[in-house]
């Protein structure tokens, strides 16, 4: 069995809390907001499969990443534990939550529904294919090839922080680009199936974010029969990066209420 990689942040009291990334993300990103809970929370930030420093892999199905985090969870010994999860992470944390419900105390969903999506990264991976790091010289050769696609600056930075340097000074891609570009439709879909969750669970949205709809809140409440839904205001799809404050309050609050 192979072994996520991962980042621990450790807190000697028995609050176990497990972090998931998205889509081109990795543990990395969560760093301050992992510092600032580390004062109530032994956390858990792994890099899921094809991200960061973690395996590859031809597959990542849901199945296949949230059994990932399970097996992670059983051999680090932390169940049951806290979850949160955003956007991919989030569906990954959803269908963990169905696989091994008596794995969780309680989970936080950020930014995402248990709902399939339509596709809307093309252009991300297209600017991504487009980068032929072998022949690139300088971080703002890369910068400079971006910028003839039309992203917004957090998603500039986030396929940046998915580029490395080698010893011989040579970019390179940290992420299996192939893979993720392969199971891009997989990671489109649903993560769940019809079976009721009952862990009480926390879905945080952000009000200028269209991933999580008004009219998804039914859908929300029939599979999730203990949940609860806010929304942030003046934040999008990044709201712990917008407001990573707010964010750890509404997190710890939620996890440490009865």
């Not at 543990?27 to 956390?43: E, G, P």
């Not at 690139?136 to 910028?147: A, G, P, V």
């Not at 008004?214 to 609860?228: G, M």
């Amino acid at each position: 069995m192979t072994q996520l990689h991962y980042k621990l942040y450790p807190n000697n009291n028995k609050r176990h809390l497990i972090i998931l990334h998205g889509l081109l993300g990795s543990s990395d990103n969560w760093r301050t907001i992992c510092k600032q809970l580390q004062a109530d929370f032994n956390i858990i930030c792994p890099d899921c499969r094809n991200h960061g420093q973690s395996f590859h892999s031809a597959t990542m199905s849901y199945t296949d990443m949230a059994t990932d985090i399970i097996n992670l969870i059983s051999a680090l010994d932390i169940a049951p534990c806290y979850i949160i999860g955003h956007s991919m992470g989030g569906k990954i944390a959803m269908n963990c939550l169905q696989q091994q419900p008596t794995a969780f105390k309680k989970a936080l969903i950020v930014d995402i529904a248990p709902k399939a999506y339509n596709h809307q990264h093309q252009n991300v991976f297209e600017a991504i294919q487009s980068l032929t790091l072998s022949t690139m010289q300088q971080r703002t050769d890369i910068i400079n090839q971006l910028s003839t696609f039309k992203l917004d600056i957090a998603t500039q930075q986030l396929i940046l922080k998915n580029i490395g340097r080698n010893q011989q000074q040579q970019f390179y891609w940290k992420p299996n680009i192939n893979a993720l570009s392969a199971n891009y439709t997989s990671v489109m879909n649903n993560s769940t199936t019809n079976q009721p969750i009952t862990t009480p669970t926390l879905f945080l949205a952000g009000e200028q974010s269209t991933y999580i709809q008004h009219t998804d809140y039914p859908i929300i409440h029939q599979l999730f029969k203990r949940a609860q839904i806010t929304e942030i205001a003046g934040v999008g799809h990044w709201l712990q990066a917008e407001k990573p404050i707010l964010f750890c309050e509404k997190a710890t609050d939620f996890f440490k209420s009865t």
